[in-house]
């Protein structure tokens, strides 16, 4: 497995992100979330934006007829070209968990960011 470390922890604050170039395999969006990291490749699965460039918020929730939830603030990433909507935490899409976004495990070692790549 290779690593990279690819920023320290206080380089990306709660809410924060990070994208960074990694030989070999592109572009890869790193967001801290409530102190919890998480990397997504950043090309979407719709047309193959830069995906991390987008907006971070929350969506929809379900919820009663002529009722609107709304919640997850901070988790969904929405791209910048047509809106697609990925969890941030698993790179699924809001509408549809097999759409999805590349992952990969994020480790936090001494302050160091780091990623894990197979």
Same mark, same amino acid.
């Given at each position: 497995?290779?690593?990279?470390?690819?920023?320290?922890?206080?380089?990306?604050?709660?809410?924060?992100?990070?994208i960074?170039?990694?030989?070999?395999?592109?572009?890869?969006?790193?967001?801290?979330?409530?102190?919890?990291?998480?990397? !997504?490749?950043?090309? @979407?699965?719709?047309?193959?934006?830069?995906? @991390?460039?987008?907006?971070?918020?929350?969506?929809? !929730?379900?919820?009663?007829?002529?009722?609107?939830?709304?919640?997850?603030?901070?988790?969904? !990433?929405r @791209?910048?070209?047509?809106?697609?909507?990925?969890?941030?935490?698993?790179?699924?899409?809001?509408?549809?968990?097999?759409?999805?976004?590349?992952?990969?495990?994020?480790?936090?070692?001494?302050?160091?960011?780091?990623?894990? !790549?197979?």
């Amino acid at each position: 497995m290779e690593r990279h470390v690819v920023a320290r922890a206080e380089e990306i604050p709660p809410g924060g992100r990070k994208i960074v170039r990694i030989p070999k395999r592109g572009e890869i969006g790193v967001f801290n979330l409530a102190g919890t990291f998480y990397a !997504l490749k950043n090309t @979407c699965a719709h047309q193959g934006s830069r995906v @991390c460039l987008g907006k971070i918020v929350g969506t929809a !929730l379900p919820s009663d007829v002529y009722e609107y939830k709304y919640g997850r603030e901070g988790e969904i !990433l929405r @791209c910048p070209w047509h809106e697609w909507e990925y969890d941030i935490r698993t790179g699924e899409s809001v509408f549809d968990p097999k759409v999805r976004v590349t992952t990969y495990p994020v480790e936090v070692v001494d302050g160091a960011v780091t990623l894990v !790549l197979d």
